[in-house]
């Protein structure tokens, strides 16, 4: 018989993309355990993600917490009476932390040297060299627990559990120098609305911005309304791109808090980006999206691609290790905006 575990802790303290293929993991976690009590541990930066699962029952942010004193935080979280922690992204403190807490079983990978100090169930597998996908290596960490660790990536698209972004009227409001704009009227019913997502905050290779703007040439504008997103940083680096293509986009740069941006993805047809938050995000909620990718392990789309039911990637088979400390990959550039465009067409005959 199947142990009834009544509350698990998932920790994963890094990013946006990370975050989303981790939610496959909790879901499955739910229909294993339907009683049990979820928590996970991310960053605020994250909690937006995070709200949208339906069964994480409580979050925590790391970021609010780090600041107290080890004795505090293991206090803390003894008092949580957590069964299981499930150290997604292995952080040394919080496995120390965890281990005081006295939490029974605690599983992380063996390929972390602190953990075999500090987590009583190790499972053995390395990101870094494996072929298989970040969603499929979070499911390794099920093992202990002896629940099925293996499913398709189309299986996985069913799996994130998700509800459908909402926020309050008042939050729709965004501003555009001194207009105030309602995130719905951004739309045009009467048109695809696309994304163009450039940058990647250094996450990932970048297609580069000429090739961006080649695809906005080759594009309709009568039938596509095309918007280009990013961080507020994200937009000064675009500033001579942004002005000179001011008459055939909308720039949404630095425009949404991140409650927004997913609310407003929630309402787009289709992204085109490079390995980043943006795209995992428009993938998981179902949207058209086009990832393009370096072909260099370990940050190639084996790995990193999006998962979704309508999601596409475009890699070079070039081999490209010589790029691999560079800001840009040759190979990855080499990729064409025919080629993109083709994928786009293909959806919207």
Same mark, same amino acid.
């Given at each position: 018989?199947?142990?009834?575990?009544?509350? &698990?802790?998932?920790?994963?303290?890094?990013?946006? =993309?990370?975050?989303?293929?981790?939610?496959?993991?909790?879901?499955?976690?739910? @229909?294993?355990?339907?009683?049990?009590?979820?928590? &996970?541990?991310?960053?605020?930066?994250?909690?937006?993600? #995070?709200?949208?699962?339906?069964?994480?029952?409580?979050?925590?942010?790391?970021?609010?917490?780090?600041?107290?004193?080890?004795?505090?935080?293991?206090? &803390?979280?003894?008092? *949580?009476?957590?069964? %299981?922690?499930?150290?997604?992204?292995?952080?040394?403190?919080?496995?120390?932390?965890? +281990?005081?807490?006295?939490?029974?079983?605690?599983?992380?990978?063996?390929?972390?040297?602190?953990?075999?100090?500090?987590?009583?169930?190790?499972?053995?597998?390395?990101? +870094?060299?494996?072929?298989?996908?970040?969603?499929?290596?979070?499911?390794?960490?099920?093992?202990?627990?002896?629940? @099925?660790? *293996?499913?398709?990536?189309?299986?996985?698209?069913?799996?994130?559990?998700?509800?459908?972004?909402?926020?309050?009227?008042?939050? @729709?409001?965004?501003?555009?120098?001194? @207009?105030?704009?309602?995130?719905?009227?951004? !739309?045009?019913?009467? +048109?695809?609305?696309?994304?163009?997502?450039?940058?990647? *905050?250094?996450?990932?290779?970048?297609?580069? !911005?000429?090739?961006?703007?080649?695809?906005?040439?080759? #594009?309709? +504008?009568?039938?596509?309304?095309?918007?280009?997103?990013?961080?507020?940083?994200? =937009?000064?680096?675009?500033?001579?791109?942004?002005?000179?293509?001011?008459?055939?986009?909308?720039?949404?740069?630095?425009?949404?808090?991140?409650?927004?941006?997913?609310?407003?993805?929630?309402?787009?047809?289709?992204?085109? $980006?490079?390995?980043?938050?943006?795209?995992?995000?428009?993938?998981?909620? =179902? *949207?058209? %999206?086009?990832?393009?990718? $370096?072909?260099?392990?370990?940050?190639?789309?084996?790995?990193? $691609?999006?998962?979704?039911?309508?999601?596409?990637?475009?890699?070079?088979?070039?081999?490209?290790?010589?790029?691999?400390?560079?800001?840009?990959?040759?190979?990855?550039?080499?990729?064409?905006?025919?080629?993109?465009? $083709?994928?786009?067409?293909?959806?919207?005959?």
């Amino acid at each position: 018989m199947k142990k009834q575990f009544k509350t &698990f802790l998932i920790s994963r303290t890094d990013n946006l =993309g990370d975050v989303v293929l981790s939610l496959p993991l909790v879901t499955i976690l739910k @229909k294993f355990f339907p009683e049990a009590h979820i928590i &996970f541990l991310g960053k605020s930066y994250t909690k937006p993600i #995070l709200q949208l699962s339906e069964y994480i029952d409580e979050i925590l942010c790391w970021d609010e917490l780090e600041t107290k004193p080890d004795s505090e935080l293991v206090s &803390f979280f003894a008092e *949580k009476n957590i069964d %299981v922690a499930i150290h997604v992204f292995p952080d040394k403190r919080i496995a120390n932390i965890v +281990k005081k807490a006295k939490i029974k079983m605690r599983i992380g990978t063996s390929h972390r040297f602190f953990h075999w100090t500090t987590c009583n169930k190790k499972v053995r597998f390395s990101r +870094k060299k494996s072929n298989l996908h970040e969603a499929e290596l979070n499911l390794k960490l099920l093992k202990p627990l002896k629940l @099925k660790t *293996k499913y398709s990536l189309q299986e996985l698209t069913t799996l994130y559990g998700i509800k459908a972004p909402q926020i309050a009227e008042e939050e @729709k409001i965004v501003y555009f120098s001194d @207009k105030k704009i309602n995130i719905d009227d951004l !739309i045009d019913n009467n +048109k695809i609305n696309l994304v163009l997502h450039p940058k990647t *905050k250094g996450s990932a290779k970048e297609w580069g !911005i000429d090739n961006f703007g080649k695809l906005i040439d080759s #594009l309709s +504008k009568e039938k596509f309304k095309i918007f280009i997103s990013g961080t507020k940083a994200d =937009g000064e680096l675009m500033r001579d791109f942004l002005y000179d293509y001011q008459d055939m986009v909308t720039d949404v740069t630095g425009r949404f808090t991140l409650e927004q941006f997913i609310y407003f993805l929630s309402k787009i047809d289709g992204l085109i $980006a490079a390995s980043t938050g943006p795209l995992h995000i428009a993938a998981m909620l =179902g *949207k058209f %999206v086009v990832g393009i990718y $370096a072909p260099m392990r370990p940050i190639f789309p084996r790995r990193w $691609a999006p998962i979704g039911n309508d999601a596409h990637y475009l890699v070079s088979n070039k081999s490209c290790q010589e790029c691999k400390d560079s800001k840009d990959c040759d190979s990855m550039l080499c990729i064409t905006p025919e080629q993109v465009l $083709a994928i786009i067409h293909k959806k919207w005959q």
